[in-house]
């Protein structure tokens, strides 16, 4: 296995990471999964696999234990480089857990970004989030936008880690990041083999929407319809989730051209576009062509009222862009939660 195709993805069997994982065969790169399955599900190997047509290596561990983090990287070689995906992730979980989200969070990065210098591995692509801009005074929200106090533990999470971040490349340690600002990753893979699956009640709204028309949920809570926005509901920016893990791959991609270059390049990555709750909702109703139970109720302690991105730095960098559109990710969020009653994970 070359070592210049070897890549490390932490967090690669959940919901981004394993459609990473995906594109990255797809790409020429050779994955190397870590996960503590504590967010995800070991059956998704095997459907990654199913996908790519050939085995990919996972180890389980806990991507915050040094020791056994070093011993991954003297094993499996050295490699190309990290992404790092490995992180809890829910808003409204985050603000009863905030010790939980910044012990994993941070802790963990501030592992790897150790154990990446002690073997000499320089190119990380980081997830992070567009929560860590807050609320912002305008839109759409750029690189350039400041980022304001986050509204939840995870958002602040996210800026802690992208400040450790510019703080390890300003210290001298030889490190090119690519920290990808997500805005918010929904769909699945057309295959209907791989998608989102929550442990639990689902803290997102699109695999909530999935699971209350599949009859597991018996009706989705739209949190608040009093906001300052169109109709009354928060305002996103839903990526599909294959354009999101293809980002990665040209984060990658570009990292290779730069030569060990220090620097942590921040990019948003998002379609350019704000979608309602409610719209969000009327998509997926199209899409799946039936109607969703569902009721409106009170905000919900977390929540930022509208966000979206400006991609203009994103495309122009990593010479990427979304090709897909909200009712694609909706169609394909149906179908794969449609498939998990005829075709249960095993």
């Not at 890549?7 to 990255?24: D, N």
């Not at 990446?116 to 350039?144: H, I, K, W």
């Not at 909530?208 to 989705?220: F, K, M, N, P, S």
């Not at 991609?253 to 309602?276: I, K, Q």
């Amino acid at each position: 296995m070359s070592e210049a195709r070897k890549v490390l993805v932490t967090g690669g069997a959940g919901f981004i990471g394993s459609h990473t994982v995906v594109e990255l065969c797809a790409a020429g790169y050779e994955p190397i999964i870590v996960d503590n399955f504590c967010n995800s599900d070991r059956r998704i190997l095997s459907r990654i696999e199913r996908i790519v047509g050939r085995p990919v290596t996972c180890r389980e561990l806990d991507c915050a234990d040094g020791a056994a983090m070093t011993r991954l990287f003297e094993t499996d070689g050295r490699f190309f480089g990290v992404i790092h995906f490995a992180a809890h992730k829910a808003v409204g979980a985050s603000v009863g857990q905030p010790l939980k989200y910044y012990r994993n969070n941070v802790g963990s990065l501030v592992t790897l970004l150790e154990t990446m210098r002690d073997q000499a591995v320089r190119n990380l692509v980081f997830s992070s989030s567009c929560t860590v801009y807050g609320q912002p005074d305008t839109l759409p929200v750029t690189e350039a936008t400041p980022r304001k106090t986050a509204e939840s533990p995870y958002g602040r999470s996210k800026q802690f880690c992208e400040d450790v971040i510019d703080d390890t490349v300003r210290s001298g340690q030889v490190l090119s990041a690519v920290t990808l600002r997500y805005f918010n990753p929904v769909g699945a893979h057309p295959s209907s083999l791989i998608g989102e699956l929550p442990i639990g009640a689902p803290e997102n709204l699109v695999p909530y929407i999935t699971q209350t028309a599949a009859g597991i949920r018996e009706q989705l809570t739209v949190f608040g319809d009093d906001y300052d926005t169109p109709d009354g509901t928060c305002v996103r920016d839903y990526i599909h989730v294959v354009d999101l893990a293809k980002a990665h791959v040209s984060a990658l991609n570009w990292l290779s051209r730069r030569n060990d270059t220090p620097n942590n390049e921040v990019l948003n990555v998002g379609t350019g576009r704000g979608t309602s709750v409610l719209q969000a909702i009327a998509a997926f109703e199209q899409a799946a062509g039936k109607k969703l139970n569902y009721r409106i109720g009170p905000r919900r302690p977390g929540d930022v009222v509208e966000t979206y991105a400006n991609v203009d730095k994103s495309q122009s960098t990593l010479e990427w862009k979304c090709e897909l559109t909200t009712l694609d990710a909706m169609r394909d969020a149906y179908n794969w939660q449609a498939s998990l009653a005829t075709n249960p994970l095993s």
